[in-house]
């Protein structure tokens, strides 16, 4: 299984960026993913994840402002970053799991390289 992570970049404070993450190697529509970051000086943490089924789980940090969603079609997960603050400068991480969602970064078994984001005027 191979996770590839995209689209992160410098925006200023209350701008908006959708970072994304294409799976290779695993049957898509049975898999479940889900957004961890990690910022400078701070462990990883949870932030959205998206089940097979497509039911979808938030942190209650970025509730309202973030949105996760997926394409199987196309293999990808993205995940639409809204409003966003100085305290969501982070290296986000999509995760990948056969056995379905949870806000717990050890039960996911793959790992994408992470994408930097970097909210600052």
């Known amino acids: 299984v191979q996770l590839q992570a995209s689209g992160g970049g410098l925006v200023q404070p209350g701008g908006s960026l959708r970072v994304s993450c294409a799976a290779s190697g695993v049957s898509f529509g049975q898999y479940s993913l889900a957004w961890f970051r990690q910022a400078p000086g701070k462990e990883r943490e949870f932030v959205a994840a998206?089940?097979?089924?497509?039911?979808?789980y938030y942190a209650d940090s970025i509730k309202g402002r973030f949105s996760i969603s997926r394409d199987n079609a196309k293999k990808m997960v993205f995940l639409q970053m809204n409003s966003l603050k100085s305290e969501d400068t982070a290296v986000y991480y999509c995760?990948?799991?056969?056995?379905?969602?949870?806000?717990?970064?050890?039960?996911?078994?793959?790992w994408g390289q992470g994408t930097l984001v970097t909210v600052s005027s």
């Open positions: 995760a990948g799991s056969e056995r379905g969602a949870t806000m717990l970064s050890g039960w996911y078994e793959d």
């Open positions: 998206i089940s097979w089924k497509s039911s979808t």
